[in-house]
């Protein structure tokens, strides 16, 4: 989910940039002139805040959304001042005053300028632009879409768009459920229920909705209903945290499925007060998709392609993909230097030379080559006896359950969840682990039945902070982000190198 590409300042760099206002990014020392090095902003990052900057100073869309699904009661796209106090209560971290104080003083300076006449912060300030002159510019959310691609929500409802005219009609939406093999009674009712539900809010200023209800793909965003599981933001993006709780959160029976009761219950969870219309609309769309893609055992499969046929493709999780140019997963990286001769597969005596490398004795580096191989190579290949290889393409086949979600399905790290270890567990540092917060966080994550993730998941973070953690007994929180990348173990081998050779 990390959107700095290719150098570019983040978002919390080009948030301070705007006060940079010679542009030279920097300052000599601190006393007596105080300046502030945009560069190293990141490093200011107080506690007590919303978590939309991640760590590095990444905008964290999912974070921002959570904003105001949690404390917008009155208006879902706005804060009043009471909700926005209820906001900065609930992000409070214990005994930390300094976090609070800088929260309290940023978002009332923030709400003091730009409340509306009725005394609303609009959520559209993210991409508004707060001031502007010959200088500089605000942070805007065009920041954050790429290239002017179409957002997932868009290209889902473009399915149904036959002709691609960027309109879809009900005789479209009609053929769009044909296509993927619903009845005739079912592809009526639906191209009703969904054109006559959504169209008015799609069609622009100036054009009617009556008497042909089209609905118009790149104002789709503007029909989101409520009462649904986030997996779409405001804006229509993918939020892959929300995809992913979905299943962390309600399937108790397998971990990457969902069945017709466990539905039931997210439907439930989802639901927002007094929003019948919101409620409906989630219920008829979740049960129509379980009753075309369900399995012979009755289980709404997570990475479940709808249908196809020779008109056209349906909607496949893979479209929603954010891996870029090909380019190594997270964890794939994280594999990856255990690839010692970096031909794509990870033997065991592989496995065996990587943990020798980092520093762990012979006696921890031979069982772990066996237990991780061993446990692995099955899901990631063909045939995994007798030499037990682990293919790193293919490693996010391999994740197990009871995990801290910090790796999505698809192997890509999600920064949300990396921060809610440390917000969660962290008590008594916000940057780092004890072995009683360890134990917590891994207690916590565990899912019921799952005696092999559970074992995983321990084995794992054990190992790591066995290696890893500093003479007062603590995991630091930088320690762990580069552990998700592999780029600790990199470190590890050359600091052991750098010793011998002195």
């Given at each position: 989910m990390g959107i700095v590409v290719n150098g570019e300042q983040s978002a919390l760099q080009k948030h301070v940039a705007f006060f940079d206002r010679n542009k030279d990014g920097i300052g000599k020392k601190a006393f007596p002139r105080f300046p502030i090095y945009v560069e190293n902003i990141h490093k200011a990052k107080h506690g007590s805040d919303s978590g939309v900057y991640d760590t590095e100073g990444r905008f964290v869309p999912s974070k921002f959304e959570d904003i105001f699904s949690k404390h917008a009661h009155s208006n879902k796209d706005s804060l009043t001042s009471q909700e926005l106090n209820e906001m900065l209560k609930a992000?409070?971290?214990?005994?930390?005053?300094?976090?609070?104080?800088?929260?309290?003083?940023?978002?009332?300076?923030?709400?003091?300028?730009?409340?509306?006449?009725?005394?609303h912060r609009e959520s559209c300030l993210r991409w508004k632009p707060l001031r502007k002159d010959g200088e500089g510019e605000s942070i805007k959310k065009e920041e954050i879409i790429v290239n002017g691609e179409q957002s997932a929500l868009q290209k889902h409802v473009a399915f149904f768009d036959r002709n691609k005219d960027g309109i879809s009609y009900p005789s479209e939406t009609f053929k769009g459920f044909r296509a993927i093999g619903c009845g005739w009674i079912l592809s009526t009712v639906a191209s009703l229920f969904i054109n006559l539900g959504l169209s008015s809010r799609t069609v622009p200023k100036g054009k009617r909705a009556l008497p042909c209800f089209p609905i118009y793909v790149e104002n789709i965003r503007k029909a989101k209903h409520g009462s649904d599981s986030g997996a779409y933001d405001t804006q229509g993006r993918f939020v892959p945290s929300k995809f992913e709780d979905i299943f962390r959160k309600h399937a108790h029976s397998n971990p990457d499925s969902l069945t017709?009761?466990?539905?039931?219950?997210?439907?439930?969870?989802?639901?927002?007060?007094?929003?019948?219309?919101?409620?409906l609309a989630s219920w008829t769309e979740w049960k129509i998709l379980f009753f075309l893609c369900k399995d012979k055992n009755d289980l709404l499969h997570e990475d479940t392609p709808v249908r196809k046929d020779g008109e056209g493709e349906s909607i496949k999780k893979e479209e929603l993909s954010t891996v870029v140019n090909g380019e190594q997963s997270a964890l794939q990286k994280h594999v990856a230097f255990f690839d010692r001769n970096k031909d794509g597969i990870v033997y065991p005596s592989e496995t065996f030379q990587g943990f020798r490398a980092i520093g762990c004795g012979v006696i921890l580096s031979t069982v772990a080559s066996l237990f991780i191989n061993m446990g692995l190579s099955s899901s990631t290949g063909k045939r995994a006896f007798p030499r037990f290889p682990i293919y790193v393409e293919n490693i996010h086949k391999a994740k197990h359950g009871s995990d801290s979600g910090v790796y999505d399905t698809q192997g890509r790290f999600v920064p949300s969840k990396f921060e809610d270890i440390f917000c969660k567990h962290a008590h008594s540092n916000q940057d780092s682990l004890t072995s009683q917060e360890l134990n917590e966080m891994l207690k916590a994550n565990r899912t019921p039945k799952?005696?092999?993730?559970?074992?995983?998941?321990?084995t794992e973070w054990k190992v790591l902070f066995f290696l890893c953690k500093d003479k007062n007994g603590l995991l630091h929180k930088d320690v762990v982000r580069a552990v998700y990348d592999g780029s600790l173990f990199e470190k590890m081998e050359k600091e052991k190198a750098s010793r011998r050779r002195n």
């Open positions: 992000n409070r971290t214990p005994k930390d005053n300094a976090g609070r104080l800088a929260a309290w003083t940023e978002w009332k300076i923030l709400f003091f300028l730009c409340k509306d006449k009725n005394g017709s009761k466990e539905l039931d219950e997210m439907l439930k969870a989802n639901q927002t007060p007094n929003d019948y219309a919101g409620r799952d005696k092999a993730g559970r074992l995983a998941s321990w």
